[in-house]
């Protein structure tokens, strides 16, 4: 049990002994200034009303309740209106680094999830070009989510959305046709709403050089499968550039080809939740919250880009996933209210939890103080793979995770190719790498320090308490960042962790020192190794041993 977990125990049992409400879950924080102590609790002025006490007064009743030696508390001090700090001795707070050496590369994992199957889709994007930045964005996004469920006690499925059906299709087949046709030497131009990027050119070459028939390209649909097969790979080569692998891989030319469509609107019908209006089918949306109905099938017979939308989730329901997260980009907005009023009307999802969105904002990359808006293949944008290749997989993912995802992001190529301070996974990373290379210079086997023989009172350098925090602090920053769905709060951890372990790396020497010394910072140095490492792997970051 940490000490942190002690203490909330022993408030508790304080609080039950004062008449507080049975359901009492008293709340720790870590005091912005160290010289506070190591735990803060507001819990004496939750239970004022209650217990009709002055916040003081009842902090002070807390304080004389409790055992504060069974909490693992030196000294517990009340402050201001009623807050009240506790202080860990030096050796009773470097204790805890001993369960970080035994958990290895599971300490941070807890079994909350408690095997709940929970699908998360993210990327999803139509099969019509290479990934751009906002894909790559959503993908890094996904992933880590997905990561922190499972570290938490998740059962993820990881899912792509492919939407190989409707009209972005459609411009994707006739922009295709149309380089074929440029090939042939017609002087045929791409419709508006196609597709100019290079890669129609390659994709309309190879289509030449494996139909040979059709050099004139007039199998419209013989093109179109073939342009959706060479992007759909194209993407997966972006994805595996990237380190994201997927689970399942889901069709929407499916939901129709298995009359998934129909069944849904038969359903919806069935349901009472339709009506026809100006020959077009309605859903009843303004029930579940939406400001007015939406059209869901129109006077030609097609269906609005929604309903699939909640066939495909009707779907997920049908396989078991009773939670859903889509991962998706800010101008999806508008769909969220429609896809879950579909839902609810058929009784999925009530009240109004499924699925849930990560709804997240776009990037704007800039190198050499410029914007960057096209790339040398897609035209248009930047893909994925122009940013990989600028500058790695590793800068990418961090850069993509280091802000909260429905905020804006500028991208700076060469703040993330630089081998500086001010480049944070540069700078996280050898953190880790200077660990290591105590461990290489000493030729000790890192495997051999588990902390016994250790005596933690040794441990007593302010910034050697300060980084013993930080490392026992990662279970409960982990799940915290699990149930809110911020890998970013992982990303800000370890950088502040970073700075935490160069401060110390800088100020207590490891090797060369007396032997109990060296054991205790031994110790230490294989704890943040642990933590740094088990905080890059979530978010699909590598921990170099080397810089």
């Given at each position: ?5 002690r203490i909330r125990g ?100 807890r079994a909350a999830g ?265 035209g248009s944008y930047v ?165």
């Amino acid at each position: 049990m940490s000490a942190a977990d002690r203490i909330r125990g022993e408030l508790s049992r304080a609080a039950q002994t004062l008449g507080a409400p049975a359901d009492v879950e008293p709340v720790l924080e870590r005091p912005r200034d160290p010289q506070f102590g190591e735990w803060a609790t507001n819990l004496a002025m939750t239970l004022a009303r209650p217990l009709k006490k002055s916040p003081r007064d009842v902090a002070n009743a807390l304080v004389a309740a409790m055992d504060l030696g069974a909490a693992g508390v030196s000294a517990a001090e009340i402050a201001g209106p009623g807050f009240i700090n506790f202080r860990i001795a030096a050796g009773d707070l470097a204790a805890g680094l001993p369960t970080i050496v035994a958990a290895g590369t599971n300490f941070g994992r807890r079994a909350a999830g408690e095997g709940r199957a929970v699908n998360v889709e993210f990327v999803s994007a139509n099969p019509t070009g290479p990934l751009h930045v906002g894909h790559g964005r959503q993908a890094a996004l996904g992933d880590a989510i997905a990561s922190l469920l499972e570290w938490t006690g998740s059962r993820v499925s990881r899912e792509f959305y492919y939407n190989d059906a409707g009209v972005q299709i459609a411009n994707l087949a006739v922009s295709v046709q149309a380089r074929v046709a440029q090939g042939a030497g017609r002087d045929t131009a791409i419709p508006d709403g196609g597709y100019h990027g290079e890669y129609i050119r390659e994709i309309a070459t190879r289509y030449v050089a494996e139909h040979p028939e059709d050099a004139q390209g007039t199998d419209l649909d013989a093109i179109r499968r073939f342009a959706v097969a060479a992007l759909r790979h194209e993407q997966d080569l972006d994805l595996q550039a990237f380190g994201v692998k997927f689970d399942t891989y889901f069709l929407e030319s499916s939901l129709y080809s298995d009359g998934k469509v129909e069944k849904t609107v038969a359903a919806l019908t069935g349901a009472g939740a339709t009506y026809e209006k100006d020959d077009a089918l309605w859903l009843c949306t303004t029930r579940f919250g939406d400001d007015k109905d939406r059209v869901m099938r129109k006077r030609d017979g097609t269906y609005t880009y929604f309903l699939p939308d909640v066939a495909y989730h009707v779907t997920k329901w049908e396989r078991g996933f009773k939670r859903a997260i889509n991962v998706q980009g800010a101008d999806h907005h508008s769909t969220v209210t429609r896809v879950r009023a579909g839902l609810q009307a058929l009784g999925i999802g009530i009240p109004d939890g499924y699925p849930e969105y990560v709804l997240h904002q776009m990037v704007t990359v800039m190198r050499a103080g410029e914007e960057m808006k096209i790339s040398k293949r897609a035209g248009s944008y930047v893909t994925v793979r122009d940013l990989i290749d600028e500058v790695g997989r590793d800068a990418v993912r961090y850069f993509f995770l280091m802000r909260k995802g429905d905020s804006q992001l500028v991208f700076d190529i060469d703040l993330a190719r630089s081998q500086s301070e001010e480049n944070p996974v540069y700078y996280i990373q050898m953190a880790h790498a200077r660990l290591a290379g105590i461990f290489r210079v000493g030729e000790i086997d890192v495997e051999s320090v588990t902390g016994d023989d250790v005596d933690f009172s040794l441990l007593s350098l302010p910034e050697e308490q300060e980084l013993v925090k930080a490392l026992l602090d990662f279970p409960m920053l982990v799940a915290g960042a699990a149930e809110a769905l911020e890998p970013h709060r992982i990303a800000s951890y370890l950088l502040e962790t970073a700075r935490k372990t160069h401060l110390w790396y800088h100020k207590a020497h490891v090797l060369n020192e007396p032997e109990e010394i060296t054991r205790a910072r031994l110790l230490l140095a294989r704890a943040a190794m642990i933590v740094l490492k088990n905080g890059l792997s979530i978010l699909g970051i590598t921990a170099p041993d080397r810089m």
